[in-house]
């Protein structure tokens, strides 16, 4: 069965630093999705990606955060100087062409910001 | 008012027990609804989509009232293995982009 897959599992960095989430999504599937849920708390939508381009940003993703698809595999979510609040669990997903498709969920990778 | 809302929880409740979820989302627009799973510290995986006619599959039951912004989920005869978070989700589309908006979930413990 086809799935989201993301890389690394886990990532600890200095605060500061600037990190790459990297996630595969489904072969076919035409959207992508990335979320994040800090410990203990609710699964939040940061960001939409459709045709190229982002469609959709909640306003968690601010000037920090950028989004790239940049071989027509990958999908990956770049946090340019990462903070302490920035630890969380970030999960890719992505969805086929029909509206009533499900988003599949990536594993998730668990930033520790330092 | 949260734009989704869920039983707190936790729930404990013996092998064999029904246990039902309630869940109200605040936006009218809402389309799609969802029950997802979640185990812990695992990825949140589809349970069962929500439709207004309601709809089962196996053990589960799930309901929905769009005049009271209202969603549920039963589950019958409780397994050991059905032990995790139970998250109440709701797809808002606007001008053809959608998100996912969850709740925070009711965690639920199977006691043998």
């Known amino acids: 069965e086809p799935e989201v897959t993301q890389t690394p599992s886990h990532q600890v960095t200095q605060m500061g630093q600037e990190v790459i989430l990297r996630c595969v999504p489904i072969?076919?599937?035409?959207?992508f999705y990335w979320y994040r849920q800090i410990l203990g708390q609710k699964v939040e939508f940061l960001v939409s990606f459709y045709n190229n381009e982002i469609s959709e940003k909640s306003e968690i993703f601010d000037d920090q955060f950028s989004v790239e698809r940049p071989d027509g595999s990958n999908f990956t979510l770049k946090i340019r100087s990462t903070k302490l609040e920035d630890s969380a669990m970030y999960f890719c997903?992505?969805?086929?062409?029909?509206?009533?498709?499900?988003?599949?969920f990536g594993p998730g990778t668990r930033l520790t910001v330092l | 008012r949260k734009e989704v809302e869920q039983d707190p929880g936790p729930f404990n409740v013996p092998e064999g027990a029904t246990v039902a979820f309630n869940c109200t989302y605040s936006n009218s627009a809402s389309q799609s609804f969802f029950w997802y799973r979640q185990d812990c510290r695992k990825e949140p995986k589809l349970l069962m989509s929500?439709?207004?006619s309601g709809n089962e599959d196996g053990r589960f039951t799930a309901q929905l009232n769009r005049a009271s912004q209202y969603i549920s989920l039963l589950i019958r005869d409780s397994k050991l293995s059905d032990s995790a978070t139970y998250l109440c989700v709701v797809n808002t589309p606007n001008f053809g982009n959608e998100k996912l908006t969850f709740g925070t979930g009711t965690r639920l413990t199977i006691i043998p």
């Open positions: 997903a992505s969805k086929g062409g029909d509206s009533y498709n499900e988003q599949f």
């Open positions: 929500v439709y207004s």
């Open positions: 072969s076919n599937h035409l959207y």
